[in-house]
């Protein structure tokens, strides 16, 4: 095996001859409803309320306010470290690192917009 994966091209539909490289009799493919592992992992509407709720009433987590204050002085390597040493995988940290610096963002905009009025 190479070490390198093969790019294959997409499928061809099948021209009905059985010869060559797109051989095969035609068919049409069936519409088949979607399975509810598909929607696994993606939050509900009413979750995203009840958590956004939660957030607005309880606010953020020491460790979490640690982390906004290092992103804010641009010390991104130190976040990432800290929340990992916080939340125990790389992929957990990342997530919670691109996480508080999108709530920077919003209130960024959200403070740049009242100083404009």
Do not use: C
Request: aromatic residues 4%.
């Amino acid at each position: 095996r190479s070490p390198h994966p093969q790019v294959m091209a997409p499928k061809q539909p099948n021209t009905g001859l059985f010869v060559g490289l797109n051989r095969g009799h035609i068919v049409t493919k069936k519409e088949l409803a979607p399975r509810p592992s598909d929607r696994k992992g993606k939050t509900s509407k009413r979750v995203h309320f009840v958590r956004s709720l939660i957030r607005e009433v309880a606010g953020f987590a020491p460790y979490e306010k640690r982390i906004t204050e290092l992103l804010k002085v641009g010390k991104d390597k130190r976040a990432l470290k800290v929340a990992k040493r916080k939340l125990g995988t790389h992929k957990r940290a990342k997530r919670k690192r691109e996480e508080m610096s999108n709530v920077l963002r919003k209130m960024r905009s959200a403070g740049g917009a009242e100083k404009k009025k």
